[in-house]
């Protein structure tokens, strides 16, 4: 009877046990079914290549480049003054006619004007007066040198006496030096022509071009370029120093900025710039700085930086205002990708690097300096690794939107 007692004791609590352990899996059951939160935000975003087509993206190479960091100042596009001429008058005169515009492409020595001028009616004197005095000179010297000659013969045959043979001699040597001194006439009259712009060929006597013929005083170009200004029209009355014509080569021009003076010592003659204009907004001209200003403005504590920018295709115009950088220091070589690759998520600042096919990871990235079109990918990624620079705001939305869903 006590072991009768003794296994329904046992049973009852074998029972009491197996319902408390059927309560315990039930009441976890719902837990293990429920699926756990999404994180707020993936590091990842997969997507079709039909949706990768529409979206437009566009996937390249982080790439090594040699980026310099620069200073960036308002300036003033102006013309190289060591490329431009300012054309002015050097006799007092009257315009007759000007045969360049405003804009036209001229040659060196092309003719820009002809002017009416007394002084060149007394150059053209003086040298036709030179002129038949040198070859009268000629002729004196001719018959001098042949009369010595048959002094000489006559005094051999001793029929002349030793005292002709001198007087011979030295008539000789005066018709020598009449000739120097008309020689020497005759170039002090091409330089007068040539002072008032007519220029005389050396083998002929003659001016070197056919309009010089009619008298009138040239007015020519002294370089090749573009006419910028025409300052005087036919019936103008000009005096020694009138400006007439500016004519500028515009292949190079200057870009002219004005530093604080604390920032001298970050710039340096020799160093890089890039300028950039309203014009052309997503354009970069890279240039050289020539010249560091001696002096500071008293008024404004600046001093005036001077680069030359090649202009090959004349875009850049002079008095455009510019925002010019100016390299503060050496190249250096460092990772960089285009800015549009470059997107800001949850404050952090990532690219989207191409992992697998149509899988694009979130990479958090340090940037650098900015020169223009590209970025300087401090750290966070290397060269030759793949990113997308294009498309990547859609990869962005694409990635917010996941992350809202899992929030949900």
Known sequence: MMAYKGIRALGRSITVGALLVSVACTSQAPEADKPAAAPAASDAVQLTSDAISKAGITIEAAEMRSVTDHILVPGLIALDDTRTARVGSLQEGLILSTLAQVGDRVTSRQLLATMHGHALHDAWSG???????????????????AAYERTNRLYTAKAVSLQDVQRADVERVSAEKSLDVAVAEVNRAIQELEHVGVAIND???????TEDVNEQIPIRSPMA?????????PGTTVTPGSPLFVVSDLSTLWAVAEIDETRLPLVKVGRSVEVSVAAYPDERFTGTTIAVGEMIDPKTRRVTVRSAVPNPQGRLKPEMFATIAIGQSDSRTVVTVPQAAVQTIDGRTVVFVSAAEGRFMVRPVDLGSDSGDAVEIKSGLSAGERVVVAGSFVLKSELMKSADGGGQ
């Open 203 to 209: 083998n002929t006597g003659s001016p070197e071009n």
């Open 225 to 233: 370029g573009t006419v910028l200004e025409r300052l005087v029209t």
């Open 127 to 145: 040298y036709r007066k030179a002129i038949a005095e040198r070859q009268r000179a000629d002729k004196e010297l001719a018959y001098a040198v």
